[in-house]
Each structure stands twice: as structure tokens, then as C-alpha cells.
């Protein structure tokens, strides 16, 4: 009788997971399916798994902390904005749908008068942000997914020291998984004896627990660093040096770093203070009520802030939109690429109205999973004309893409389901040809330390690893 009734309720907690994966709102067909099939298939494991990873649930607590925060924040884009001529932006008209799209998201306005250099590279870019930090007199604020305690992350932590000794408010947060070694070293320990106010984004606790108030693979993984409301770093560089000791038969790691300033910096401290006061009870709202600094000459910007406490399908959305938007040539680098339909879609229309398309992928990639899934993509992309490159210098970390002559993206979002769904990311749209021009350059030397992949390469792999290609490709929903 026990043993009749244990099976019934199996069964009907089995059926009622998967009346809730059909169900589930804000889910593509793709990933209906998906996760149909794993609970199908495995009925016991398919079901716990489900109820791990299955929804972008963070907790109901810190969804109202996020829009309780957010809502109580003055306006991303405030009416000064529009009446001083310096923030006024211009672009082309074929750029205003894009920055439409961007300012669905966040709020955020595109605003001229920015300026912007790209870093040399990891290191050169670690310096200068040291450098900036060293000089500071009022504020330094950063986050970080990925904060070690090697060279370049010790750099940036005795800044913090110093500042913090000279009388500046230093607030510095990492991701509670990202960087769990840094946040349980002496290290932290000692910025907090220095002075500088630390937090932890998403803390992981006990696991168990964590895991029953909402998903714990849900992550902030921006990497932001503002200082006196003046200048801002953007990029997929994380905090540490490009050897990244954690994974080192994959260094080097080769990211990209652009330094900003102008009205684009408020945006990003914007997200800043967003993520700081939803962790923290600080009120630092007054810091987004000076005055906004800006040169009489400059170029459009505009931050693209996503997560699971913003609108559904933000980040493939502009993604989506960038590359129709291509008329000539378009170059996308991406470590982790598991699209959904409509970006893979995007790529090959792109492709077949004659845009030159390029994509550089890393030849080796620390997630074999996400390597092997998104190689299941190669032959359609292939097929379309898109060219596959996959870079051999070590891991290319830089999420990038540039748009014709003059629009590039740049930030901390990769082209797979974490992005899209589950990591809160950060991202700096902005249209110039200079510093386009620039961007592409370093894509091209991207390029020099590529090998090409041909539809024949793809034809010539063994069948038994274009199948394992092609299961993971079909699970790339739930991974």
C-alpha cells in the first residue's frame, strides 16, 4: 500500500513538472522542448534537476529588493540630459532603432559626448586602471564576476588601499561563485580593515538552502569599475592576470578593456549603484544627482544592462537586432556561443543578403560542453556563407561586435543561455568610426592567430563526433 501510494505521488509530482515546464511563460519552443524531453527521459533526475535549474527564479525576496531599489533611483536618462547640448547625441538614422532597442531595457538614453581607448591589452589595461584609481578624490566604485588574488588582482586591491587611506569612498563587490577565493581570502579581510566597503553579489551561503530560495548558477557577471562619476572601464576583462592561474592550460586569456568618459560613465554607475544598494543598505542615490561632466565633442553611447530581474529576452534581443542592422560587413568574437533561434537565424539572413560575416570562436574552450554545442552550429553558419574562424593564441575571451564602419558592442555578454537568461551582464553600444575602426583592428589581429573552418572541415569530423555535437546542441537550452 506505502509502496502503491509513494508511486502515485512520484507520478503525479513527475506530471506536475512537466505540466509546469509546458506551461512556464517567457520560454522559447526550443527550450520547451528541451526540457520536456529531459523530464521525459529521466523521469527521477529530470524532474530534480527541473526544479534546480530549470527557471530563472532568483528568490521572490531579492526581486523585490532589485525593483524596489531600481524604482527609487532618479531617471537613468534625466531631463538634463536632453537640454545640455554636450549629452545631445548624433547619429546616422539607421542607428536610432538600435538605441531604441538599448533604451527599452534600461531606461537608458543613448548620450553624446563620450570618449573611449581601448586598452593595449589585459595588463596595460589592469595599469592604467590602477593608475586612475591612484588618483581619485572622491569615489571607486567596481564589480567584478571574477576578482583572483594574482598579480593584477593584488594591483587593484592595494589601490583600493591607498584610496581608501586618503579619505575616498572605495566600494568594491564580487560575485559571491565567481570569485569565492578572493572573497574568503585574507585579502578581503584586509580591504575591510582598510576601509573599503565590500559586498558580495549573490551569495551562495549554504548551498542547499540557497538553492531553495532560488536558483544558485544565477550570477552577476559584470565587470564595472567607475571612478569619480568621471570614468568608467568596460570589457570582458575580469580582475585578474591573463595566465588566469585557475584554468591555466587555457591562458592566455585574451580580453578587450575600453576606458570611458562622458555622460555614458552616470549609465554605468547607474547599474552600479543598482546592484550595490539591492545587496547593501547603503543609500549612495545621491551620487547619480551630480552634475554630468562632458567634452563639446564626442560620440553616441549607450549602457545595455540585462539580468533576470530585467525584462525577458533583453540581451538576444539586441543581439538580434545589431545583426540585421549589418549592411556590409559584420564581426562578432564570442567564447560561448549556444544561440537561440533568432540570432542563428540574424547570422544566415545577414550572410545571404551578402554582409561579409565573420565569427572567431576560441580553439580550445574551458567549457567542453559549450564547445562541443556550439560546434553543432557550424555547418548551418557555413552553409549561409558565414565565416568560422577559431583563434589559436589561447582562449578568446573578448565578447565584441563591430557593425558596418562605425557601431560596435562591447561588454561582458556572451551569445549563449547564461547571457541571455541567467547572468546579470553589461554592455556599452556606441557609434563611431574612430573608435570602430580601432575595435576592428584588434579583431583582425584576432583574425592573424585564427585557422579557418570550412564546411569540407566540418564534413571531415567523424560521425560519432558531429552526433555528440549535435545532442549537446539540441540541450543547449538547458545548458
Known amino acids: 500500500m506505502w509502496l502503491t501510494l509513494l508511486y502515485t505521488a512520484l507520478g503525479l509530482l513527475w506530471l506536475a513538472v512537466l505540466v509546469r515546464a509546458i506551461l512556464r511563460p517567457h520560454r522559447d519552443p526550443a527550450s520547451r522542448i528541451a ?25 521572490r525576496k531579492r526581486v523585490g529588493r532589485a525593483q524596489e531599489v531600481l524604482g527609487s533611483l532618479p531617471p537613468a536618462s534625466p531631463p538634463s540630459f536632453e537640454s545640455d547640448g554636450r549629452c545631445r547625441p548624433k547619429f546616422p538614422d539607421r542607428c536610432a532603432p538600435l538605441f531604441g532597442m538599448g533604451k527599452s531595457i534600461n531606461g537608458f538614453a543613448a548620450v553624446g559626448g563620450n570618449t573611449a581607448r581601448l586598452m593595449a591589452d589585459s595588463n596595460a589595461g589592469i595599469d592604467e586602471m590602477v593608475s586612475d584609481m591612484d588618483a581619485a578624490s572622491d569615489h571607486i566604485h567596481l564589480i567584478f564576476y571574477i576578482w583572483l588574488g594574482d598579480n ?20 568594491a563587490m564580487a560575485d559571491g561563485l565567481g570569485s569565492r577565493a578572493m572573497i574568503s581570502s585574507d585579502v578581503w579581510k584586509e580591504l575591510r580593515e582598510a576601509g573599503v566597503h565590500v559586498a558580495v553579489a549573490l551569495p551562495i551561503g549554504a548551498p542547499v538552502r540557497r538553492a ?29 592576470d591573463p595566465e588566469f592561474r585557475v584554468k591555466p592550460k587555457f591562458a592566455p586569456w585574451v580580453d578587450v578593456l575600453m576606458r570611458f568618459e562622458g555622460p555614458v560613465v552616470r549609465q554605468n554607475q547607474h547599474v552600479f549603484i543598482g546592484d550595490w544598494m539591492t545587496s547593501v543598505e547603503e543609500d549612495i542615490r545621491s551620487l547619480l544627482e551630480a552634475p554630468v561632466e562632458s567634452g563639446a565633442e564626442g560620440f553616441p553611447a549607450q549602457v545595455i544592462a540585462t539580468g533576470p530581474t530585467v525584462r525577458n529576452s533583453a540581451m538576444p534581443e539586441a543581439f538580434t537586432a545589431l545583426i540585421h542592422s549589418a549592411r556590409s560587413i559584420l564581426t562578432i568574437t ?12 540574424a ?23 559549450v564547445a562541443a554545442a556550439s560546434r553543432s552550429y ?23 561586435m563591430t557593425i558596418d564602419e562605425d557601431v560596435s558592442l562591447i561588454g561582458s555578454a556572451n551569445m549563449d543561455r547564461r547571457s541571455f537568461d541567467l547572468n546579470y551582464e553589461n554592455n556599452i553600444l556606441f557609434c563611431d568610426a574612430e573608435m570602430t575602426a580601432s575595435f576592428r583592428a584588434r579583431q583582425q589581429m584576432y583574425l592573424a592567430s585564427s585557422r579557418p573552418v570550412s564546411a569540407a572541415d566540418v564534413e571531415r569530423w567523424p560521425r560519432r563526433r558531429r552526433f555528440w555535437n549535435n545532442i549537446l546542441g539540441m540541450l543547449g537550452p538547458v545548458l
Open 35 to 59: 526540457w520536456v524531453v529531459v523530464i521525459a527521459a529521466l523521469p527521477i533526475a529530470g524532474v530534480v534537476v527541473y526544479l534546480l535549474l530549470g527557471e530563472t527564479n532568483i528568490g
Open 152 to 171: 593584477n588582482g593584488l594591483k587593484v586591491a592595494e589601490a583600493l588601499k591607498r584610496a581608501a587611506a586618503r579619505g575616498v569612498s572605495c566600494r
Open 212 to 240: 531553495l530560495r532560488g536558483r544558485i548558477d544565477l550570477r552577476n557577471h559584470r565587470k564595472i569599475v567607475v571612478i569619480d562619476n568621471r570614468i568608467s572601464y568596460c570589457g570582458s576583462q575580469n580582475c585578474a
Open 334 to 345: 564570442t567564447p560561448y556561443f549556444v544561440p537561440n533561434e533568432s540570432i542563428q537565424a
Open 347 to 369: 547570422l544566415c539572413a545577414a550572410a545571404h543578403r551578402g554582409v561579409e560575416v565573420t565569427i572567431i570562436f576560441p580553439a580550445r574552450n574551458d567549457s567542453w560542453l
Open 378 to 400: 557550424y555547418q548551418v553558419l557555413l552553409k549561409a556563407g558565414v565565416r568560422i574562424h577559431e583563434y589559436v593564441g589561447g582562449l578568446l575571451h573578448t565578447k565584441s
